[in-house]
């Protein structure tokens, strides 16, 4: 006898659990991928709230930069001996605060000065409502040549007499000779700003200084630091500092 076919629609096929470390894994994956989005959020808020801002200015324009014009040898001449500003320097160094807003002008908390004359003098009167402290890692590297040999901080502050009560501090308690043994600019660069986060607790500085300290500070080949022109930069935790 013929048995009666059973229709498909009948039967009811059991469906296989999925592969239990499957489930695992795509469990796992997606409690990982929460913890590292919960782990870099909390990472980015704590970096974003531990930056500081720095503003680093070069001096202005200086007698050495000139010396070629005026028939001097930048290299050799005893007279470019940490030498001043130009008159040119002068004024681009008192329109310092027409190139940032009266809101960032306020926000500076601190200023620091390389000692040689062409910045400090600067510094006075780019910044004539702001005590200075002055610190010697910033002063300019390179070639021994004439206007970068510091001298006495009295000897320069009795010239750069500016006609104000400001308070300047020199923050170098040892002479700044040129034949004293001088770490390599990075080294110098690497202290400053570790110095400024770990032991200042001002968040918006101004640093003025020079050419190839700004270069070594932001550890950049390629800028090109402008006479008294600021160039606002973030400082990180980690002593990194980058263009802002």
Known sequence: RTMPKRSSHGRQKRRSPPPASNTMA???????????????HKRDSESSAATKTVWLVRHGQSLGQTARMMGLNRKTDPSLRDCGLTRLG?????????LLTEE?????????????TRA????MLGFRQHDIVVQHDLREMGSGIPE?????????LRELDVGDDRHIVDADTESSRPTSGVASGRDRASHILQWLYDERSETTIAIVCHFYVIKALLQSASICPVNAEPIRCTLHSNGELEVA
């Open 26 to 40: 795509s469990s796992n994956r997606g409690a990982t991928t929460t913890h590292a989005s919960t782990g870099n």
């Open 90 to 98: 002068v004024q681009q160094a008192k329109d310092i605060p027409r």
């Open 104 to 116: 960032q002008m306020g926000s500076i908390q601190l200023v620091v000065s390389s000692p040689l």
């Open 120 to 123: 400090l003098h600067t510094a």
């Open 148 to 156: 970068n040999w510091p001298r006495k901080m009295e000897t320069v």
